[in-house]
């Protein structure tokens, strides 16, 4: 029971309450607030959108057999470099609609010309990147909303430190005006 009451002494009626105080009680109770619901909040949301983004990609873009134009070079490894298994080279596709189109993808080194290779090409008939699978869509949307949540707690946390810190400054300040008035009275009689 007295290290509840200890805890919640800015929110009773005492002489030695100040102004600062009752603001940085309230500040505290607000804080705690926004940290336990617009956290978890801006977390669902985050997570939901960057989860409706991934799977409105894998709507948007889809799979297609092209043929590989030229010969895939095969290029040299460099001292102290991995040598890459994939290479730029030009390929050719047909869309749904039965226009051709051509353009630049990653292949396997040494792939011959004419051979099937598969990309990924969205409705402009340009070539994209594979889109995320379900579960990196889904480890996406975790990971951007824990990092939303965690945010927003930060804010939080920065915004109350910088108002304590203001808060701390007038009490000092205050502390400092009222001794300079009562401080000289009660050395007076001490010599």
Not at 85 to 102: E, K, L, M, N
Not at 113 to 123: F, I, K, S
Not at 132 to 137: C, E, K, L, N, T
Request: aromatic share 6%.
């Amino acid at each position: 029971m007295r290290s509840t009451t200890v805890r919640l002494w800015r929110w009773r009626r005492n002489p030695l309450r100040r102004r600062s105080d009752v603001v940085e009680a309230w500040l505290t109770a607000v804080a705690l607030l926004l940290v336990l619901i617009a956290a978890p909040f801006t977390g669902f949301i985050t997570g939901s959108a960057l989860d409706a983004s991934a799977a409105r990609q894998r709507a948007d873009i889809h799979r297609v057999t092209a043929v590989l134009q030229r010969d895939a070079p095969i290029l040299p490894a460099t001292a102290g470099q991995a040598n890459s298994s994939r290479v730029q080279a030009p390929v050719r596709w047909s869309a749904y609609d039965g226009t051709v189109h051509t353009g630049t993808t990653l292949v396997t080194q040494g792939l011959r010309a004419g051979t099937p290779v598969t990309v990924w090409a969205g409705h402009a008939a340009r070539l994209v990147p594979p889109p995320p699978s379900p579960a990196q869509g889904m480890a996406l949307a975790v990971t951007g909303g824990i990092g939303a949540a965690t945010g927003v707690c930060l804010l939080v946390m920065t915004a109350c430190g910088l108002i304590r810190v203001e808060l701390d400054r007038l009490r000092m300040d205050e502390w400092d005006r009222e001794w300079a008035d009562k401080g000289p009275r009660w050395s007076h009689g001490r010599k």
